[in-house]
Each structure stands twice: as C-alpha cells, then as structure tokens.
C-alpha cells in the first residue's frame, strides 16, 4: 500500500507563491508504469485537476494553472513538487497529491482513477 504525504500549504497574498511536495513510499525511478498528479477541492466544489506527470514525464495542466503552476519530480528523492506562483483568490483550496503505480494516463484523469491520495494540504490565498 503506497503512501502519499504533502507538505507546504499556506496562506499568502494574491501574486504570490508557494511550493507544494508530496513524499510518496514509492521508488518513483524503479516505476515506468505511474502517473502522478496534483488535485484540488475548494469547499462545495468537486475535486478538479490541476497538474500531472505521467509515462515519460509528460506533463499536463488545467487551462486555469497553464502558466503559472509547474509540476516536476525527483526520482532520487521519490518526491512530487507543485510551484505556483501568480497565485489568485479562486487557487484557494485543499490540494492534494495522486498517484498510481501500475498504469499511465495522460492529461488529467478523473480523481476515480487514481489509486492512491495524499491527507491533502490547505492552500488560501488573500486579495
């Protein structure tokens, strides 16, 4: 059972930026087959896509991040990163970090088909 922890969520004011990781139990460089992602839900909204690395660290983002967010990865360090910078009031959100080991996907799967989630990490944002 693979295990998923995020850190660095905070509050900052609107245009600025924060960094988001995710520590997964997973060796990330002994796994072709994965796809991982970072997913966010504000209160009374559905859980949405924000940004992936699947396969052949294919990258993927929502039209509402492109530009501003950059996911990466380090295998060494079996890590997921999420820069976001440009920050708005509607970034406001749980994020959470998503992951699955045996299979790839492109684009922005639904939240469904991930197997495994991060407790999340609050990120709000002030105008």
């Known amino acids: 059972q693979a295990q998923l922890l995020e850190s660095g969520g905070g509050s900052v004011q609107a245009g600025g930026s924060l960094r988001l990781s995710c520590t997964t139990s997973?060796?990330?460089?002994?796994?072709?087959?994965?796809?991982v992602g970072w997913y966010r839900q504000a209160p009374g909204k559905k859980r949405e896509g924000v940004a992936g690395i699947e396969g052949a660290d294919q990258t993927s983002y929502s039209e509402s991040v492109q530009g501003r967010f950059t996911i990466s990865k380090d295998n060494a360090k079996n890590s997921l990163y999420l820069q976001m910078n440009s920050l708005k009031p509607e970034d406001t959100a749980v994020y959470y970090c998503a992951a699955r080991f045996d299979s790839v996907c492109p684009g922005m799967p639904s939240p469904s088909w991930y197997a495994y989630w991060g407790q999340g990490t609050q990120v709000t944002v002030s105008s």
């Open positions: 997973e060796n990330l460089s002994s796994v072709r087959l994965r796809t």
